[in-house]
Nanobody, 118 residues
């Protein structure tokens, strides 16, 4: 299993970024997928989840209405569109294979740094 995040960077408050996660080594279309974030030294914080077909999505209250999770099963890619960014969204964002809410993920990527600052 390989998960590679991209698209992070620096954004101003109120700005937007889109993260991508390229997946390989498993049947991507058969699994739900999760985005989580971490601000060291804190642990992983669940952000959003999408079902295997992309028809059902879930969001943490802190990002609801601002972030949109989506996927392209033909491209084996997971996305996170982040709008109306706030400084408190600054974190390393990870994509995780499958359903995840707590504990060590089974498979996750190397992470993408998102910094929101003026």
């Amino acid at each position: 299993v390989q998960l590679v995040e991209s698209g992070g960077g620096l954004a101003q408050p109120g700005g937007s970024l889109r993260l991508s996660c390229a997946a390989s080594g498993f049947t991507f279309s058969s699994y739900p997928m999760t985005w989580a974030r971490q601000v060291p030294p804190k642990g992983l914080e669940w952000v959003s989840e999408i079902d295997s077909r992309g028809g059902v999505t879930y969001y943490a209250d802190s990002v609801k209405g601002r972030f949109t999770i989506s996927r392209d099963n033909d491209k084996n890619t997971l996305y996170l569109q982040m709008n109306s960014l706030k400084p408190e969204d600054t974190a390393v964002y990870y994509c995780i294979m499958g359903h995840w809410r707590s504990g060590p993920p089974n498979y996750w990527g190397q992470g993408a740094q998102v910094t929101v600052s003026s």
